[in-house]
């Protein structure tokens, strides 16, 4: 049964047992579904705007299913941390799949989650009619990285949203001066959750032993054949300005590989951008109905 939000939860088994969630929008539509994966520690909630957009778009309306992965969100925590892999991130979205019936999808994929369909492009090419990076590429940049586990190994504990959401204009702010009040609010609440009064982040401690373990003074491996195995398929990337994880040289060296793949650069926002902001929703609407009518 569909809520009053809109969206139906899904529960359902990893094929080690551990139960994972999703959200459904759209119960019913026709069209290409979509597939949304957020980045390393967010969540199914990032989409919610995004998803009531695409589900809701008269004759193009479509399924859109957002996935909390192992250790996020309404997702089980998995008690083995080397187990918050892409390759095993992966095989959970095709168990999701599978128990919903989906055969086929356009992919949206915000960092980890571009990983994660470039991923599933190696494995299962015929799962992806349509392919959607998020600020994310084949070459991940060292200081870009090195960023984000800094900040999340030293984040805050807020007492209260509004905290919340001056720590992360703090940490943010300068990279995505073309945010709103309201655009921040929507970012910043949809990280945490509440428990016993308290805010907490949505997502496993134990998430930074993975980036902990990553020797950033050392070249990151490249993921060019990884990236290769979306030649076929109808790519859009989509860049923040000022990002600092996906290089606009990378983002050049992708466009000669891919002659196909479509791009945007989206004005004042870094890593990576909000999908729901300004024209995103029907640029992005727009080209999954271009693939669409290709398949």
């Known amino acids: 049964m569909v809520a009053d939000n809109g969206f139906r939860d899904v529960f359902y088994?990893?094929?080690?047992?551990?139960?994972?969630?999703?959200r459904v929008y759209g119960e019913g539509n026709s069209g290409l579904p979509v597939v949304c994966l957020p980045g390393l520690t967010r969540n199914a909630r990032d989409f919610h705007a995004l998803a009531e957009k695409l589900s809701a778009e008269g004759g193009a309306a479509r399924k859109v299913i957002a996935f909390d992965y192992r250790g996020r969100g309404l997702s089980d925590y998995d008690r083995d941390w080397r187990r918050y892999d892409v390759a095993v991130e992966a095989t959970d979205i095709v168990s999701g799949l599978v128990a919903l019936g989906v055969e086929h999808a356009a992919f949206v994929g915000t960092s980890r989650g571009g990983l994660i369909t470039m991923a599933l492009a190696g494995t299962r090419p015929t799962l992806i009619k349509a392919a959607i990076l998020n600020d994310i590429g084949p070459v991940?940049?060292?200081?870009?990285?090195?960023?984000?586990?800094?900040?999340?190994?030293?984040?805050?504990?807020?007492a209260t949203l509004a905290e919340a959401i001056e720590i992360q204009?703090?940490?943010?702010?300068?990279?995505?001066?073309?945010?709103?009040?309201?655009?921040?609010?929507?970012f910043t609440?949809?990280?945490?959750?509440?428990?016993?009064?308290?805010?907490?982040?949505?997502?496993?401690?134990?998430?930074?032993?993975?980036l902990k373990a990553i020797d950033l003074d050392k070249p990151l491996p490249t993921l060019w054949p990884l990236f290769d195995g979306l030649a076929a398929i109808p790519l859009l990337t989509i860049r923040g300005e000022n990002s600092r994880l996906l290089s606009s040289r990378t983002l050049g060296e992708m466009a000669a590989r891919h002659p196909?793949?479509?791009?945007?650069?989206?004005?004042?926002?870094?890593h990576a951008p909000l999908l729901e902001t300004g024209n995103l929703p029907k640029e992005i609407s727009a080209f999954i109905k271009r693939a669409e009518r290709s398949r």
């Open 140 to 158: 991940v940049e060292g200081d870009g990285l090195a960023q984000i586990r800094a900040y999340l190994q030293r984040a805050p504990a807020p």
């Open 260 to 270: 196909a793949m479509q791009q945007i650069v989206v004005p004042g926002q870094g």
């Open 13 to 22: 088994s990893a094929q080690d047992g551990l139960k994972l969630h999703a």
């Open 189 to 210: 609440a949809a990280l945490y959750k509440e428990e016993e009064g308290r805010l907490r982040a949505d997502f496993d401690p134990n998430l930074l032993k993975p």
């Open 169 to 186: 204009k703090s940490v943010h702010g300068e990279a995505f001066p073309a945010l709103n009040d309201s655009d921040w609010e929507r």
